[in-house]
């Protein structure tokens, strides 16, 4: 079966994109040099197209209690207008995506699953959906989802023209509001997926074209490129952000990849049962097995996801991402990693293809903005 392709594949092509194939979806990967667009993002903003994302509605009178019982977090304290990042896990506790939520009134909520994942968070909501007031609808062919983001995001956004410019400005972080950007309806979201200040933008599929174009030519004196999935997996991993897959996976749990502050508050302040809850609770009572930590490479030589870390002739771990860092200069990795040698400064080794390169442990995130 063909890659699906997004509203904006024109615009990639005219902008000399090259593409891979990413969750069943012909994505730009960089366009003219994916470290350059990296530090775009650094310095200024950089401009991704995320229509690959999914978009489940969920809506009816019960839909804040459905979302409590079928999600780890607690849906129902939610604002509106507020959003909160959590997990989707089975009856074992196995996590099968993280995603965010947005609450877009009482009654009506937003589920941005990953693009992979989306047929299965589609598939899990409804079978879970039985017996309560409430409709889970697939939006994902309805929506584009356009980023800017990096330090001049809210410049480039509010000069591209958004109707409710004060609305903008005044957006807390997970936070949204509706409004209109270039002349079109928007739901713009103060969230994203690079360590940077930013904005994500749904629209219709039909609109897609005039937002990027008015973010691209907003953007164009202040140093503003297209960026593919290169950069901004480069700069997630800087920011120590998980990626499902490699640090999040149906074989990790949810404390093992550093995010057991989602269970443990979950746990602590839902009084009723929700999926999950009674193997969450199990896992919560004994210490992890594995411990997600960051390795900052002492060479040159980076070291990529798969390769085994070591202590001595004992593998202890395995790397899960790994980059050369364009922001900070050298590689970065994160690793899962035994608890014992997950202290700050413990200085390990990974095996890249036969050959050790030293690494050393050291605390996420790498890159923090100022």
């Given amino acids: 079966m063909s890659a699906r392709t997004t509203p904006l594949e024109a615009a990639h092509r005219e902008a000399g994109a090259v593409f891979t194939d990413f969750g069943g ?13 990296h530090h775009a993002v650094r310095r200024a903003a950089g401009l991704f197209d995320l229509s690959h994302m999914g978009e489940i509605a969920v809506e009816g009178p019960q839909a804040a209690q459905f979302l409590d019982a079928a999600l780890v977090s607690r849906m129902s304290v939610l604002a509106p207008g507020r959003a909160k990042y959590t997990l989707l896990v089975d009856e074992d506790g196995r996590v099968l995506d993280d995603l965010i939520t947005y609450r877009l009134a009482e009654d009506r909520f937003l589920v941005v699953p990953n693009a992979a994942n989306t047929a299965t968070a589609l598939r899990e909501l409804r079978a879970r959906a039985e017996g309560f007031d409430v409709v889970v609808e697939d939006r994902t062919e309805a929506t584009a989802l356009v980023a800017v983001q990096g330090p001049a995001a809210e410049d480039v956004l509010l000069a591209a023209g958004c109707a409710d410019a004060e609305a903008v400005r005044a957006l807390r972080y997970y936070a949204c509001v509706p409004t209109e950007v270039a002349g079109v309806p928007a739901l713009v979201a103060r969230t994203g997926y690079t360590g940077e200040d930013g904005f994500e933008l749904y629209t219709a599929p039909e609109h897609a074209r ?51 502050r989602l269970v443990e508050a979950a746990l602590r302040t839902k009084e009723g049962p929700f999926t999950g809850r009674a193997a969450l609770e199990a896992q919560a009572a004994s210490a992890p097995a594995r411990v997600l930590v960051g390795l900052r490479g002492l060479g040159r030589r980076p070291v990529r996801a798969g390769n085994a870390v070591v202590s001595g002739d004992e593998q202890v ?54």
């Fill in 25 to 37: 979806w012909q994505m730009p990967l960089k366009y003219a040099n994916d470290v350059a667009e």
């Fill in 210 to 260: 005039t937002v990027w174009d008015a973010l691209l030519a907003a953007g164009e004196d202040r140093g503003v490129v297209p960026a593919g999935l290169a950069a901004r997996d480069s700069l997630r991993l800087e920011a120590g952000m998980p990626l499902y897959g490699h640090e999040l996976g149906t074989g990790t749990t949810a404390a093992e990849a550093g995010l057991g």
């Fill in 317 to 370: 771990g395995e790397v899960t991402s790994g980059v050369p860092s364009p922001t900070l200069g050298h590689p970065v990795a994160m690793a899962l990693v035994r608890p014992e040698v997950s202290a700050p400064g413990t200085a390990l080794e990974a095996d890249v293809r036969g050959r050790r390169a030293p690494v050393e442990v050291v605390e996420l995130p790498f890159y923090r903005r100022g």
